[in-house]
């Protein structure tokens, strides 16, 4: 079965430098994959989506990449702040046609001021 | 507010008691899941429902069950309610034209 690996538990950086998460997955390469940040006693917000096909996906501050050979995705937090302080939870397409999500279980990342 | 939302926040109830959660979305959304977060902070899918199919996480025992009135809301009720049971529970929807799921904020179940 597909499992995920989000390599930290946890990841503490200082403000303005680049935050690099890493995502690995064992088995097949999903259509889809997608970052989420969850806030403490929140529940979990969409962040980015890139697709098997897609190498690499922007949006302001943030960038996805995917490697489907090394089955990895990497999500990037540019010019950090501590209100990028949060869990970011990796997720995956489980196949199907409701589209259900296998989710690993996330790095917490604290940037310090 | 467009959103996912869910009663209620805190629930704290005893070993054996039945229970419900209620979860509704205003986004126009088809499909609806259930998911469970337990202390380690691992998130994972109990159910996924559209008005035509239900699919059932393997896992998921069967004291749990999902009622879905319309298509806006999705409820939770568990029965005979275990000490394994406390963790919190999110609702979440999507659209069928789309991949990204929307979570509500979540309901903390504490069993004693």
């Known amino acids: 079965s597909q499992k995920i690996e989000q390599n930290s538990e946890a990841l503490n950086i200082q403000e303005g430098k680049t935050a690099t998460l890493t995502c690995n997955y064992t088995?097949?390469?999903?259509?889809?994959l997608q970052w989420y940040r969850q806030d403490p006693g929140r529940g979990p917000v969409f962040l980015l989506l890139i697709r098997e096909n897609e190498k690499e996906k922007r949006k302001e501050r943030l960038k996805v990449t995917f490697d489907t050979t090394l089955k990895q995705s990497l999500f990037h937090i540019t010019a950090s702040q501590p209100a990028d302080s949060a869990t970011y939870l990796c997720?995956?397409?489980?196949?199907?046609?409701?589209?259900?999500?296998?989710f690993g279980k996330g790095t917490k990342l604290s940037v310090k001021p | 507010d467009t959103a996912v939302s869910q009663t209620p926040k805190y629930l704290v109830t005893q070993m054996g008691n039945d229970k419900s959660i209620k979860c509704e979305q205003n986004?126009?959304?088809?499909?609806m899941y259930w998911y469970k977060q337990d202390s380690k902070k691992f998130l994972k899918i109990m159910f996924s429902?559209?008005?035509?199919?239900?699919?059932i996480n393997e896992t998921v025992p069967n004291r749990f069950s999902p009622k879905s009135p319309d298509k806006a809301h999705l409820n939770l009720h568990i029965n005979s309610l275990e000490l394994g049971d406390s963790a919190v529970y999110f609702c979440a929807s999507r659209s069928s034209g789309a991949f990204e799921q929307y979570f509500g904020p979540g309901t903390r179940l504490t069993v004693t």
């Open positions: 986004l126009g959304h088809d499909t």
């Open positions: 997720a995956l397409n489980k196949g199907g046609s409701q589209g259900n999500l296998i």
């Open positions: 429902y559209n008005n035509k199919e239900l699919i």
């Open positions: 088995n097949y390469s999903p259509a889809y």
